[in-house]
């Protein structure tokens, strides 16, 4: 492996863009449901993946349970990230919802959704983010709610700029909102993206890249719902997220079968 | 059936520090609980260097080895032991949960179940921390193991301080679950 870790020269945009393609061309066709842990476009990913394979398990009751949090645990003021502030924050507002579900179509109902993203012009409030674009006072930019009966998720927001990072030269990430889901059991618990349609800087991610199967990679992507935008007020998108499975059909099966 | 396409991960990134921590968040009992111990450890990449920006979520079963069905994470109130919590690495890839120790059902071996996420990780990574001298003859996955990677998964103790490191890679590499039943492929 030519770039190894600290040491590694910064790649140009078009060497990493090469290296993306080699790995899609030689990997088209699999059926690959999560992103690659060993995926040298993005740097960091090379010294923090696991080389041995995972360790198949049954899952011990533990994993097939969740933490459950309570209502009185997350305020509906958590899920508008536009208050709490003097002002208002700059930007696009937007509506974000969907629902949180089982591969079976069963909702993960009073579950916590976290997010955090950047402000408008693609700037975190985190002191190690050095993209010398504004601060917004009026933004911080995370989130949480719980989803209600039919797993429906609803957070009110600013529409998040791109922004740039140091993986290689002239590296810029795609506008997305961080998520972080909880679902049934354990074993569910999900960390991952969404994205708006359209973004140019697509072929360019190699974070968003690395899931190498592209219908795999679009679910990340929200949709533009003109149902869900609000007259004179914001703008609405929409994404289901679905969990995998919780492994409480599998151990019954077995007990069937044992 | 329905069979809905499951959504895949993402990293966590660099920027978790402003959403994810929280007060309290790693503190599971107060710490006058007679019974608190410690479960802490370092984070480490493949070059052996700690890992500062990693989140480490525990989710564990209660002393009486039942499974908790307690809200109340997200807002301690210093009695409700509810079994999850979550700790952010330190500048020195360090973790540290004040917790109780796990029961197990009869015969099984006792672990917390850990959730590692990191920038650079692109999806999260599943692992059991076993209290020290598990029995790997009452545990299949333990005992299947060759020695040196089940020691990865099982903690060292000090009078209340449990020690769990946890190694993304390298000749250390602890060991990390996939579920039967769980994320097809």
Known sequence: MKAAGKSARVASQRAITREIGRIAAANQGKDEPQPR???????????????????????????????CFGNDEVTARDADLTTGHAGEPIGERIIVTGRVLEATGRPIAGQLVEVWQA???????????????????NFTGAGRC????????????????????RNH?????????HFSI???????????????????????????????D??????????????LTEPEYATGYRWDIVVAGDGRTWTEERARHG | MVELACTPGQTVGPFFQCALPYPGDSHLVGDGHADAIRLHGIVYDGAGDPVPDALIELWQLGPDGRVVRQPGSLRRDGTTFTGWGRCATDAAGHYSFRTLLPGAPAGRAPYFALTVFARGLLDRLFTRAYLPHADSAADEMLGA???????????????????????LQGA??????????????
């Open chain 2, 172 to 185: 250390w590499e602890t060991v990390f679950l996939t579920y039967r039943g769980g994320v097809p492929g």
């Open chain 1, 146 to 165: 719980l989803t209600a009966a039919d797993g429906t998720y609803r957070f009110l927001t600013i529409k998040p700029g791109p922004y740039p990072w």
């Open chain 1, 119 to 137: 402000n408008a012009a693609g700037r975190y409030h985190h002191q190690l983010d050095q993209h010398p674009a504004p601060i917004d006072p």
């Open chain 1, 37 to 67: 842990l060993d995926y040298p476009p993005y740097r960091s990913s090379m010294l923090r993946h696991p080389r041995s394979p995972f360790v198949c398990v049954d899952p011990d009751e533990v994993e097939r349970w969740a933490p």
């Open chain 1, 182 to 212: 909880f679902g049934r059991a354990f074993m569910q618990r999900l960390v991952t993206q969404m994205y708006f349609p359209g973004d140019p800087l697509f072929g360019l991610d190699p974070i968003y890249q690395s899931i190498v």
């Open chain 1, 169 to 177: 030269e002239n590296a810029w990430r795609p506008a997305h909102i």
């Open chain 1, 214 to 227: 592209r219908d795999v990679r679009q679910r990340l992507i929200a949709a533009y719902d003109h149902e």
């Open chain 2, 145 to 167: 193991l060759d020695p040196a990677r089940r020691k990865t998964l099982i903690c060292t103790a000090d009078g209340g301080e449990y020690r769990f490191d946890i190694h």
